[in-house]
């Protein structure tokens, strides 16, 4: 299973960007992915996941009323458009999938984290 983001660039406070993720190699409608991020110095912490059969999906307090998670199934791919971006959004983000657990499991649209990409780095200027 391989996954591979893009969309990462510099931006400045205020300004948007979109991540993309393609996931080849695995079933894409049997998963769930989950965006998680890593500034410098910082622990990683995530940011949004999508359950793919469902299209249910979970947002991280930070995240919510700015950052949308959704996916395309025709083209294997998840995204996150992430809007009024400020410094402290500034980190590498990584898209991460596997296996989600049962429904009536709490954040049961967020995996079990099973394969990961290599980043993309996001930097906000103030």
């Known amino acids: 299973v391989q996954l591979v983001e893009s969309g990462g660039g510099l931006v400045q406070a205020g300004g948007s960007l979109r991540l993309s993720c393609v996931v080849s190699g695995a079933s894409f409608d049997d998963i769930g992915i989950l965006w998680y991020r890593q500034a410098p110095g910082k622990d990683r912490e995530g940011v949004s996941c999508?359950?793919?059969?469902?299209?249910?999906?979970y947002y991280e307090d930070y995240a919510k009323g700015r950052f949308t998670i959704s996916s395309d199934n025709a083209k294997n791919m998840v995204y996150l458009q992430m809007n009024d971006l400020k410094p402290e959004d500034t980190a590498v983000y990584y898209c991460?999938?596997?296996?989600?657990?049962?429904?009536?499991?709490?954040?049961?649209?967020?995996?079990?984290?099973?394969?990961w990409g290599q980043g993309t780095q996001v930097t906000v200027s103030s």
């Open positions: 991460a999938g596997g296996s989600t657990p049962p429904s009536d499991r709490p954040r049961s649209m967020c995996p079990f984290v099973h394969f």
């Open positions: 999508i359950k793919i059969s469902d299209q249910r999906t």
